[in-house]
């Protein structure tokens, strides 16, 4: 990617504190690469909220799993082969650790990278994100897994109503500082 002179999107399926050694793997060696700090990568989160607590767990419960349920099905994280594949490793231990731990494990596990709560939880656990990551933006998705129309336009509206005016004020502008003692590849 370094190579391509482009950014990262995230999409949650791995720990946080993984996510946060890549980004910073990347960062280095765009900067060999290009000579310059790499784009901030985009983040893709699937967000459950609602103004009752109790509501937005049973959204995580029901929505957010079956999403990660769809989504473990069709990208097919329990197949072992993966490790066979050279760039694939990782899917390979993940199918591993599937078949040691289960799939309800690993769905949940998933389901617990997306984000939910009520609006001023979703605020703060965005905004956490952006400091951790320098994210530079984000796509939202508000409607996933079997949810029905309704509950996921009461989702976005709510969303665009208590959250979004919130993220405004985030600076997305492209990054200024390189990571620390680089210097790019002549």
């Known amino acids: 990617m370094a190579n391509l002179d482009v950014g990262l999107m995230i999409i949650a399926q791995k720990p946080w504190d993984r996510v946060k050694d890549d980004i910073d ?3 280095e060696r765009f900067f060999a ?17 609602n103004e009752d607590a109790a509501r937005a767990q049973e959204m995580r419960d029901k929505y957010l799993l079956e999403y990660a349920r769809s989504t473990s099905s069709f990208y097919q994280f329990g197949n072992k ?12 231990a993940l199918a591993n ?27 703060e656990k965005l905004k956490t994100m952006v400091e951790r990551f320098d994210v530079g933006s ?5 409607q996933f897994g079997d949810m029905p129309f309704d509950v996921g336009r009461e989702n976005y509206e709510l969303f665009a109503r208590k959250v979004l005016r919130h993220l405004k ?4 502008s492209a990054p200024t500082v390189a990571p620390a003692n680089l210097s790019p590849v002549a």
């Open 138 to 142: 984000f796509i939202i998705y508000t």
């Open 33 to 49: 690469m290009q000579g310059r700090p790499a784009p901030r990568p985009v983040v893709v989160a699937f967000v459950a909220v």
């Open 25 to 27: 793997s990347y960062r």
């Open 97 to 123: 650790s599937i078949e040691k731990h289960g799939i309800e494990k690993f769905n949940n596990f998933l389901a617990d990278l997306q984000i939910w709560g009520r609006p001023e939880e979703v605020v």
């Open 81 to 92: 082969e993966f490790e066979k594949i050279e760039g694939y490793e990782y899917y390979g």
């Open 169 to 172: 004020d985030i600076d997305v």
